[in-house]
């Protein structure tokens, strides 16, 4: 059983959890509010405005749960790139690998290659027969901010990932099979997640969240989602999208749901977390806990 905790712009969550036979069991989480203008997620600027205040949070929180020692840890996605990168062949060894992709990547990247965080999965060959490979990016130094701020609080970081990653690994039993659609809606941002055969292929991360979904705005926001989908398609070579999942706060997520139903001719469900990680005992929805959740769960 492992710990995971989400870092994000307005809240940590705190959780430990473990699947055994495709049942979830979730143990002692805690959560933290963060004070408006502690964070600000950024893929290369500073993020933490105050490494004291958010080092104390972390270690009231690690104190309220329990919890010691290594996390498994998911951050923002506007911390991250998710790209996918094609190459003829891909060196065998793991570090000459991500050294070879970092160099691949140094037109995509707003700051020096060198300077790059990769983690990096094979996923599989395109129409034109070359090896498919995507990428999760970061800024080192920005990553070296939470790590510092996490081990103030006598917290190790064991595995790191962005939080719509965590969240489809929650999600990963009704995403898997063909590429399927993952449609995060946060309180200030939302992300739209393509996964194909189980793996994050790629994003739209959308500077809107629940706010703007309730509003006008909706409308809008729902056609960059379609525009997304027909992009990608077509540019990458991606096979249909079969379905999508749709995680969100109640009523809003059933409404976004029955609006997009007449725009995208896929089934379209929202997450059920209990359901899909058979907790149907747990009294509450998780879905503010998807992330951590993710998190904890992912294999190392």
């Not at 502690?38 to 004291?52: F, T, Y």
């Not at 790059?116 to 060959?125: E, K, M, Q, Y």
């Not at 959308?206 to 909706?218: K, M, Q």
Request: hydrophobic residues 45%; glycine residues 10%; proline residues 6%.
């Amino acid at each position: 059983m492992a710990w995971g905790l989400e870092i994000d712009s307005d809240v940590l969550r705190l959780c430990r959890a473990e699947v055994r036979r495709g049942r979830l069991s979730l143990r002692r989480r805690a959560e933290v509010n963060l004070p408006a203008g502690l964070l600000h997620p950024s893929l290369k600027e500073g993020n933490v405005s105050d490494p004291a205040a958010l080092a104390g949070l972390l270690r009231d929180l690690r104190k309220q749960a329990g919890c010691g020692g290594w996390i498994h840890l998911s951050l923002p996605d506007p911390i991250f790139m998710l790209r996918t990168i094609v190459t003829d062949a891909l060196p065998e060894v793991q570090e000459e690998a991500r050294k070879f992709l970092r160099w691949q990547a140094r037109d995509l990247l707003p700051f020096p290659a060198e300077e790059a965080r990769l983690d990096f999965i094979p996923s599989g060959n395109g129409p034109d027969g070359r090896l498919r490979v995507t990428c999760l990016m970061a800024r080192d130094r920005v990553l070296a901010e939470y790590e510092k701020a996490l081990a103030d609080a006598d917290l190790a970081v064991a595995v790191l990932d962005a939080r719509s990653v965590s969240l489809a690994q929650a999600a990963s039993g009704g995403l898997d099979g063909g590429t399927a659609g993952l449609l995060g809606i946060g309180e200030t941002r939302s992300t739209f997640l393509l996964v194909q055969d189980g793996h994050p292929q790629y994003w739209r991360i959308l500077s809107d969240g629940g706010r703007a979904w309730a509003g006008d705005d909706r409308t809008r926001l729902i056609r960059e989602i379609v525009d997304t989908v027909s992009f990608y398609r077509g540019a990458e070579g991606l096979q249909p999208m079969g379905k999508l999942v749709l995680a969100g706060p109640s009523p809003l997520a059933e409404e976004v749901a029955s609006t997009l139903r007449d725009w995208l001719e896929v089934p379209i469900s929202l997450l059920d977390l209990r359901t899909t990680l058979r907790a149907g005992g747990h009294p509450d929805d998780l879905v503010h806990w998807g992330a951590a959740i993710g998190a904890a769960i992912r294999p190392c």
